[in-house]
């Protein structure tokens, strides 16, 4: 059940885009369109903010979207605030045996 | 409001025991799967242990299988972990987090397991 690879850390300035990246294999990512992404704020709970590789929850701001191009998935976040700053994860299905991998994790910061 | 609400964190040694609880209001508990979630100090989230609707099904991260029982009773809205034979990797906050459309929609605020001696 090995964790799903993403960036260690991104960075952007206010107003700008960015994109952190999600790469599994053949059986997580690849083969279903079963991804979640999550945002935690330091010392909070993590929140949903992208589900089924592209859909956005009630509440969400439309600057997320979510994509996905063979075994990897991707976040991006556009018109960078400052309030984006936070640790985003994402986690994909991955099959009967193994159900659920997170990603490790990936450090925003807005200069 | 929909609300998670855990207890039964705690300190223990290893090798011991410890039951989680989980508490649910605001919506209809019966009606989803549940799962546990846990965040090792500084670390990332990794997923536990899941249970369908009706407790028919159980699903387990293979580091905790044997050790750990997910068990739910949708007569108390309440969602339960039963952890045995603790070790120090173990140690993390649990997330007893709502499954639907195979994402993590709705959690608590989580309760802290340290296992030292």
């Known amino acids: 059940q090995s964790a799903l690879t993403q960036p260690a850390s991104v960075s952007g300035s206010p107003g700008q885009s960015i994109t952190i990246s999600c790469t599994g294999t053949s059986s997580d990512v690849g083969s279903y369109n079963l991804v979640s992404w999550y945002q935690q704020h330091p010392g909070k709970v993590p929140k949903l903010m992208i589900y089924e590789v592209t859909k956005r929850p009630s509440g969400v701001s439309n600057r997320f979207s979510g994509s996905k191009s063979g075994n990897t998935a991707s976040l991006t976040i556009s018109g960078l605030q400052a309030e984006d700053e936070a640790d985003y994860y994402c986690?994909?299905?991955?099959?009967?045996?193994?159900?659920?991998?997170f990603g490790g994790g990936t450090k925003l910061t807005v200069l | 409001e929909v609300q998670l609400v855990e207890s039964g964190g705690g300190l223990v040694q290893p090798g011991g025991s410890l039951r989680l609880s989980c508490v649910a209001s605001?919506?209809?508990?019966?009606?989803?799967?549940m799962s546990w979630v846990r965040q090792a100090p500084g670390k990332g989230l990794e997923w536990v242990a899941n249970?369908?609707?009706?407790?028919?099904?159980?699903n387990y991260v293979d580091s905790v299988k044997g050790r750990f029982t997910i068990s739910r009773d949708n007569a108390k809205s309440s969602l339960y972990l039963q952890m045995t034979s603790l070790r120090a990797e173990d140690m993390a906050a649990y997330y007893c987090v709502r499954d639907q459309a195979f994402a993590f929609d709705i959690w608590g605020h989580g309760t802290m397991v340290t296992v030292s001696s």
């Open positions: 986690c994909s299905y991955a099959g009967y045996s193994t159900f659920r991998v």
């Open positions: 605001g919506f209809t508990f019966s009606n989803y799967w």
């Open positions: 249970i369908k609707q009706d407790g028919s099904e159980k």
